[in-house]
């Protein structure tokens, strides 16, 4: 395919998104993204980018992963989306596998398509188990753009096509357990959902002890507690869940993005028994045509097994601290104008507070410096660094020296 940057940028604005194609171009990014491998982007005329953002975790196990490839042509061998009506082989085997790599009493799995209908599944299970209709999200919520889920998150998202219920969607700060069980106290809250560690708002941890916290008031009240690990999930805190890491088990358990292997779309929503009661009254109750595609499930199946070996695992540890001691040393360096890190595992917020939009400059600089991070967009001083479960070393040493110039540069740009 012959295309040049030019055409595919005038296509873009005149039939794909003008505002989302413009947006790059003035930020600074004008990428268009050609080929890819492993952690590596290449702009189809030629800058090499190191994906540190890795749209999320998407690319957790890397770009074009050849295990993660290899598995969606065996299975095309054998296998096609399937037919949602009937049960199926490689439905079967991935949502058993589910439930082996959740703890109890997650039991059932709901297959889908993407991280929004994944989430809307969890809340409309909720709704059937608890017969109520509120839910509680944080103030700078992000789960997902579609029905249900937009509702959750942060009015930037849910007010311009008219999605906001407050009645039904309650907002309260993140950290504050007094604000929550305000919330919940009425007795007529269906869910509350948290992500581990709030992405889109710039990764702040969980205070000592919240998470736990929330979970005994959704006891308490009757609630059920929806964990959303989308970005969190599949190793990223070192731990094969956030929920893992910070001690808390919930109703419901939501993973997309990264168990796709940035290769084939598909998600899953896990649930204990009593949320998925809906299934033994009608198992036609939520139905999705490509919800669980057969080969979706061979590649779920190839990813989980690749992010579950004790290499990779250790891995993640080892990376951790070692970018950690070099973000470290930049920081000092920089103090003025990088002030802070937010860190579990291979999850970073990395703070650039001096300017309230202080990582936009940061973002543009790294990409002049062939790194792809990208700023927190409700709360753009901060920095989503997301480095791949699979670095090495070497790669880690690549990084962190191009975050040196990048740094610098946005510092020089920013302070003069
Ligand atoms: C935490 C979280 N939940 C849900 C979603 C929605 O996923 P999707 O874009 O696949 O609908 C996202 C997407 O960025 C996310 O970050």
Redesign the pocket.
Same mark, same amino acid.
């Given at each position: 395919m012959n295309y040049d940057k030019k055409t595919i940028l005038e296509d873009s604005i005149a039939y794909w998104n003008p505002g989302k194609t413009r947006f790059w171009q003035e930020a600074g990014v004008p990428l268009v993204i050609g080929k890819r491998e492993m952690y590596y982007l290449w702009d189809m005329e030629g800058h090499r980018l190191i994906d540190c953002h890795l749209?999320?975790g998407t690319y957790n196990v890397g770009h074009r992963n050849p295990e993660v490839i290899q598995a969606m042509v065996d299975g095309a061998q054998n296998f096609d989306i399937g037919n949602h009506h009937f049960p199926a082989i490689m439905r079967a085997v991935l949502c058993k596998r589910m439930d082996e790599l959740t703890p109890d009493p997650l039991q059932y799995t709901v297959l889908g398509s993407?991280?929004?209908?994944?989430?809307d599944v969890a809340i409309k299970c909720a709704r059937y188990a608890t017969k109520r209709t509120k839910h509680v999200s944080i103030m700078k919520a992000?789960?997902?753009?579609?029905g249900l889920?937009v509702g959750t998150a942060d009015a930037k998202y849910a007010a311009p096509f008219l999605m906001q219920k407050p009645g039904e969607f309650i907002h309260v700060p993140f950290n504050d357990l007094g604000a929550m069980e305000q919330a919940l106290k009425g007795g007529d809250v269906a869910s509350v959902i948290m992500?581990t560690i $709030?992405? @889109?708002y710039g990764f702040p941890l969980p205070a000592e002890g919240y998470l736990p916290a929330v979970r005994e008031l959704c006891s308490k009240y009757g609630t059920l507690y929806i964990a959303?690990e989308?970005?969190?999930g599949l190793m990223r805190t070192g731990k094969m869940w956030g929920i893992e890491t910070f001690g808390v088990t919930p109703d419901i358990l939501?993973s997309?993005?990264g168990i796709s292997g940035g290769i084939y $779309?598909i @998600?899953a929503t896990v649930m204990s028994a009593a949320a998925a009661n809906w299934m033994n009254e009608d198992g036609f109750a939520h139905i999705a045509t490509y919800g669980g595609s057969e080969i979706g499930c061979c590649v779920a199946m190839k990813t989980l097994e690749i992010v579950t070996r004790p290499e990779v695992q250790a891995n993640v540890a080892s990376i951790s601290r070692y970018l950690r001691e070099g973000l470290d040393r930049i920081r000092l360096e920089n103090s003025d104008f990088f002030t802070g890190i937010r860190q579990c595992g291979v999850i970073m917020g990395l703070e650039f507070g001096v300017h309230p939009e202080g990582a936009k400059p940061v973002m543009k600089h790294l990409y002049q410096h062939g790194v792809w991070a990208i700023f927190s967009a409700l709360d753009p001083k901060v920095l989503q660094f997301k480095p791949g479960l699979l670095c090495d070393k070497a790669l880690c040493d690549d990084i962190l020296a191009r975050m040196e110039l990048g740094i610098k540069g946005a510092r020089k740009e920013v302070l003069g």
């Open positions: 749209n999320g993407s991280g929004g209908e994944a989430i992000y789960h997902g753009h579609t889920a992500e $709030p992405a @889109t959303d989308v970005q969190t939501v997309a993005k $779309p @998600t």
